[in-house]
Nanobody, 119 residues
Framework: QVQLVESGGGLVQAGGSLRLSCTASGKPFSNYLVGWFRQAPGKEREFVAS????????DYSDSVKGRFTISRDNAKNTVYLQMNSLNSEDTAVYYC????????????WGKGTLVTVSS
């Protein structure tokens, strides 16, 4: 059974930083695309960042480009999201996502971790 467990969320002041972690278990994840999405109150879930399990092709939404960095540690089955220069618009529940490629037939989500940025 695949499990994704996020951690690292919390309350931070505007301009501060947080690092989110997502540790996966249950199967090998080669050829997976791993990433982060977020959902702010009253809004739809949106893409934040992704990276191939191989480490290639990091991708970011325009709203976080230059401030957030996604990375992964294959040995630990963990993907990270380093978030810098946080602002109130980054307040959301952040979800980890692992999706098999190219078909996407296997698509796993974590339960989410709350990030609150105070102004």
């Amino acid at each position: 059974q695949v499990q994704l467990v996020e951690s690292g969320g919390g309350l931070v002041q505007a301009g501060g930083s947080l690092r989110l972690s997502c540790t996966a278990s249950g199967k090998p994840f080669s050829n997976y695309l791993v990433g982060w999405f977020r959902q702010a109150p009253g809004k739809e879930r949106e893409f934040v960042a992704s990276i191939r399990w191989s480490g290639f092709s990091p991708d970011y939404s325009d709203s976080v480009k230059g401030r957030f960095t996604i990375s992964r540690d294959n040995a630990k089955n963990t993907v990270y999201l380093q978030m810098n220069s946080l602002n109130s618009e980054d307040t959301a529940v952040y979800y980890c996502n692992f999706r098999s490629t190219p078909s996407g037939i296997f698509n796993y989500w974590g339960k989410g971790t709350l990030v609150t940025v105070s102004s």
